[in-house]
T-cell receptor, first 111, second 112 residues
Framework: QQQVKQSPQSLIVQKGGISIINCAYE??????FPWYQQFPGKGPALLIA?????SEKKEGRFTISFNKSAKQFSLHIMDSQPGDSATYFC??????????FGGGTRLMVKP | EPEVTQTPSHQVTQMGQEVILRCVPI?????FYWYRQILGQKVEFLVS????????KSEIFDDQFSVERPDGSNFTLKIRSTKLEDSAMYFC??????????FGQGTRLTVV
């Protein structure tokens, strides 16, 4: 019940395209859903986050869509750039403030 | 921009030895965490620390692990007797309000 399932595991997108990464969770006690970006050899960097009372949040080229009834949320990267090539992790936070991470998506944006 | 600082960046230790990983949190943050990431796998929660005590810990965080904030600034993770399977990247994370954790660059621990 604590798992967060993330798909796809890897994604190749052309420059300028839209990258879409999906996550699903089971635990309805989760109340905060951040996305992290990680470059090789670096720590995860907080990208954007959403609370379950909101269905969408946009920051620049990054948008989170949240479907509370389906217990799913997704990250959309508009106008994807080669510099966006990284591993993306969704996460969910509930009681105790611990983050439960998805398995990660390795994104490659081709020039 | 404030950041979480971790030292050392890489630690090699012999099996059975004790290691201490150090973290300097962002100055006004009150919530502290340790996570680990085995190579190529997802990030896993180890422990959370608030108000000078452990608030949550995972199954991974057994009696070989301990945390403390000895001087009010550094936040440390100690592994008493390292095993080969402890080899991983260890990340310290901190948060001001409990939401929006900021991660350090990590310490790569290699147990040989």
């Amino acid at each position: 019940q604590q798992q967060v399932k993330q798909s796809p595991q890897s994604l190749i997108v052309q420059k300028g395209g839209i990258s879409i990464i999906n996550c699903a969770y089971e635990n309805t006690a989760f109340d905060y859903f951040p996305w992290y970006q990680q470059f090789p050899g670096k720590g995860p960097a907080l990208l954007i986050a959403i609370r379950p009372d909101v269905s969408e949040k946009k920051e620049g080229r990054f948008t989170i869509s949240f479907n509370k009834s389906a217990k799913q949320f997704s990250l959309h990267i508009m106008d994807s750039q080669p510099g966006d090539s990284a591993t993306y992790f969704c996460a969910a936070q509930g009681a105790g403030n611990m983050l439960t991470f998805g398995g990660g998506t390795r994104l490659m944006v081709k020039p | 921009e404030p950041e979480v600082t971790q030292t050392p960046s890489h630690q090699v230790t012999q099996m059975g030895q004790e290691v201490i990983l150090r973290c300097v949190p962002i100055s006004n943050h009150l919530y502290f965490y340790w996570y680990r990431q085995i190579l190529g796998q997802k990030v896993e929660f180890l422990v959370s620390f608030y108000n000078n005590e452990i608030s949550e810990k995972s199954e991974i965080f057994d009696d070989q692990f301990s945390v403390e904030r000895p001087d009010g600034s550094n936040f440390t993770l100690k592994i008493r007797s390292t095993k080969l399977e402890d080899s991983a990247m260890y990340f310290c994370a901190t948060a001001r309000t409990g939401l929006g954790s900021f991660f350090g660059q990590g310490t790569r621990l290699t147990v040989v």
